[in-house]
């Protein structure tokens, strides 16, 4: 009998790994298997494969039809393996190195082994190895357990077994289709051993808005294929485990998934009679141990009576509401909120305006605001402020989070903002709500994001979270082509973009003159007869205090500076709104000034002659006043590899220099002619790409847009 192992391997839309799953079987200690990659366009996955498998002929690479499911593709692979054994390892997953030797020694005559799974992210690119010692557990009336994780990945089965029975993955199914496959094989197996040592390393799938995983696809594929799955394979005639799993698998979808999308009659009017369908098929034993609520549901879905289940589900959501609102206080608000608030109607003049969370009153907000101001006479404004700020024109002010902020966001008829609103605000169909975003984007941004570094949440979560929050946006502003392209693909962007410029930069072109940048300083107490420099750098996502508070170190040597400037130059040290870190400026007096709570960044940048920052998006603004900027990048490889990655290159397309030192800032500061003279080139291609649609009338233009002339 040939010993060989077919590992069988799609890597349709998941290809970005690829070389690492094929390392991760070159480096096998059991090396008497062939690998057969499937993909639709093989040629192209090849030139993305490292030469040594190219050359290696025990790697297959098979051209599959396009707009096939997973099911198909493996059925293919299961057609042209020529090995004793199939084995299915995923594209973006790897291996230890001892897999294939464990299971091998293990399977003996049993039809099929499993290994272990481990969940692991995108960080990891090199293949662990582990000791193996193998210990195998035996499952026999328990077996279905290995199957929750759904999936046919991570088992050795035996290719003759598979054949005998005539087995194959259904075709038609997008999701669920694995279970087709195990289903049916775990009924004609006894015993199923479980190899615990020998460990599968399953990425959590970090794109669930483009490239979801099973788990993350969209209820609308999950839902008919589950019904359809479960519809195919449960029948009476199966093992008491297979029917319970089943059941189980349906009444668990239902409870936790279906449930909550009935919120809407829409819902149920598509998916009730499948849902009837197979709730006649479940085992009325399997509801014993159910609560009541559940069996009350599967009573009425018994009675094919679309009316009653709609009443009944939205009395059931309603319950649930109520619930929460008496165990506690943030249930209570929210119980007003959605319950109360939300059906109240809309006023249809009302405006709330928020800017960083209700941080301040600043970025394109308070320019839209203000220029609504003088040129409208009908609306009533709000705007979200967590500290008390005279704000022109006296409007109400809110504080974020409170009731008072939900009773204004559910009556609005207008939401402007700069950032995120909350998860839980729910954006009703007549409301208008522009999201003026708060920079043109250097790091990479939501959906472009491979890593996530932020405490408190994972690529998934974050992902999703902020694609429920951008298909809230009617209405997007870009400041320059460049960016409207990345927010149309980062963030999901489907509705009106709007190429307006940056009114926060209107400033820039409007008031760049000698009085009003004398007023400003001297409002400010900054002295009149010194040149300024700000420092405004970004924040760092793995370094912070706690969720939202973030560290930040300060590298600059400001005594040094102070030494050797101090007769000519003050400086402005501007914090980013997240950093939450004091700085001690002692010694430095009538040189260096703290205005990071200082609300307006934009009056910063015309007050100052000189800019240093270094991954923030302000200098894209900064580049409007055409005035020297310089790039203090100490964690530039730390930043761009680890946390980040920039959109453009460093190196080479910025309007100045990175200097990775104080030794290299000094010297830049002394020499500030000579670095603006060497880099006037880049600094006019750079303007022309990124600044050139701030023209002065953003405000304008983008009301004009949202509301009518
Ligand atoms: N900002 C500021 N002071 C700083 C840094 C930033 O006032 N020291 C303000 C600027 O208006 C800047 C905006 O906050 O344009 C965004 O800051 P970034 O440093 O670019 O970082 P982030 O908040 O992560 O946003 O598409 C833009 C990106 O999402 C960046």
């Not at 991760?24 to 639709?40: A, D, G, I, M, P």
């Not at 499952?139 to 089965?157: K, T, V």
């Not at 680890?642 to 460093?650: A, E, H, P, S, V």
Request: glycine share 4%.
């Amino acid at each position: 009998m040939n010993n060989l192992i077919s590992v069988i391997t799609p890597a349709e839309n998941n290809e970005k790994y690829i070389n690492t799953a094929l390392e991760s079987l070159r480096n096998q200690k059991y090396t008497n298997f062939e690998v057969l990659v499937l993909h639709s366009d093989i040629e192209a996955l090849k030139s993305i494969v490292n030469d040594e498998y190219l050359n290696d002929d025990r790697y297959r690479f098979i051209n599959t039809p396009a707009d096939i499911y997973v099911g198909a593709t493996r059925n293919i692979g299961i057609e042209q393996a020529k090995g004793a054994y199939l084995y299915f390892l995923d594209s973006d997953d790897y291996i230890a190195e001892n897999m294939l030797q464990l299971l091998h020694e293990s399977i003996g005559e049993f039809p099929m082994i499993r290994g272990r799974m481990k969940t692991t992210d995108f960080s990891t690119s090199s293949v662990i190895i582990l000791p193996g010692t193998n210990k195998i557990k035996m499952y026999s009336n328990r077996r279905y357990n290995l199957l929750r994780s759904e999936s046919a990945i991570n088992y050795l089965i035996s290719k003759n077994f598979i054949d005998k029975m005539n087995l194959r993955f259904s075709e038609q199914f997008k999701t669920y289709s694995d279970l087709t496959f195990m289903v049916p094989l775990m009924e004609e197996i006894d015993i199923v051993p479980y190899a615990e040592e020998a460990i599968y390393f399953r990425r959590r799938g970090n794109d669930p808005i483009n490239n979801p995983t099973l788990r993350q696809s969209s209820l609308e594929q999950l839902t008919p294929d589950l019904f359809g799955v479960y519809n195919q394979l449960r029948s009476d005639n199966m093992s008491e485990e297979g029917r319970k799993y089943l059941d189980d698998k349906l009444l668990n979808f239902y409870r936790k998934r279906l449930v909550s999308e009935f919120r809407d009659d829409t819902t149920i009017d598509y998916y009730f009679s499948s849902l009837v369908e197979s709730i006649n098929k479940i085992d009325p034993d399997r509801l014993k141990n159910k609560d009541f609520i559940l069996k009350n549901d599967v009573k009425v879905i018994k009675s094919n009576n679309k009316r009653r289940f709609r009443k009944l589900s939205n009395f059931n959501h309603f319950l649930r509401d109520i619930k929460n609102g008496i165990t506690s206080r943030r249930g209570r608000k929210d119980l007003i909120y959605k319950r109360v608030f939300n059906y109240m109607k809309l006023k249809d003049n009302l405006v709330v305006f928020e800017s960083f969370q209700g941080k301040s009153y600043s970025d394109s907000p308070k320019y839209i605001y203000e220029y609504m101001l003088k040129n409208k006479s009908n609306y009533n404004y709000v705007w979200v402020m967590n500290n008390s700020n005279k704000i022109p024109g006296n409007p109400k002010t809110v504080k974020r989070n409170t009731l008072r902020y939900y009773y204004y966001i559910a009556r609005a008829k207008y939401i402007v903002s700069n950032v995120r609103m909350p998860n839980k605000y729910i954006k009703r169909p007549e409301q208008s709500y522009l999201q003026t975003w708060h920079g043109t984007p250097l790091k990479r941004l939501a959906g472009d994001m491979d890593n996530v570094h932020m405490p408190g949440t994972n690529a998934e979560r974050y992902k999703k979270n902020f694609n429920r929050e951008t298909d809230k946006w009617d209405y997007l502003i870009a400041p320059n082509q460049y960016s409207a392209d990345i927010f149309r693909r980062a963030f999901w962007f489907n509705n009106t973009m709007l190429p307006t410029g940056y009114p926060r930069n209107d400033i820039l072109t409007n008031q760049n003159d000698e009085d009003t940048i004398n007023r400003l300083k001297r409002i400010n107490h900054i002295p009149t007869n010194k040149k300024i420099i700000l420092y405004a750098p970004t924040w760092r996502d793995d370094e912070y205090f706690k969720v939202g508070k973030y560290k930040f170190n300060l590298k600059l040597d400001l005594h040094r500076m102070k030494e050797q400037f101090g007769d000519e130059y003050i400086i402005l040290l501007r914090m980013h709104y997240l950093v939450a870190s004091n700085m001690d400026l002692t010694g430095l007096e009538d040189f260096a000034y703290d205005v990071s709570s200082y609300s307006d960044v934009s009056e910063l940048y015309l007050m100052s002659d000189i800019l240093i920052t270094d991954y923030s998006s302000v200098f894209f603004d900064y580049a409007n006043l055409r005035r020297p900027i310089l790039f203090f990048t100490y964690d530039i490889e730390k930043y761009q590899g680890q946390l980040r990655g920039f959109y453009i290159d460093m190196e080479t397309e910025l309007p100045g220099p990175l200097l990775m030192d104080n030794n290299e800032v000094m010297d830049a500061i002394q020499n500030i002619d000579a670095v603006c003279e060497k880099y006037e080139d880049r600094y006019n291609e750079f303007y022309e790409r990124f600044c050139s649609w701030d023209d002065g009338r953003a405000s304008e233009k983008v009301v004009d847009a949202m509301f009518e002339k």
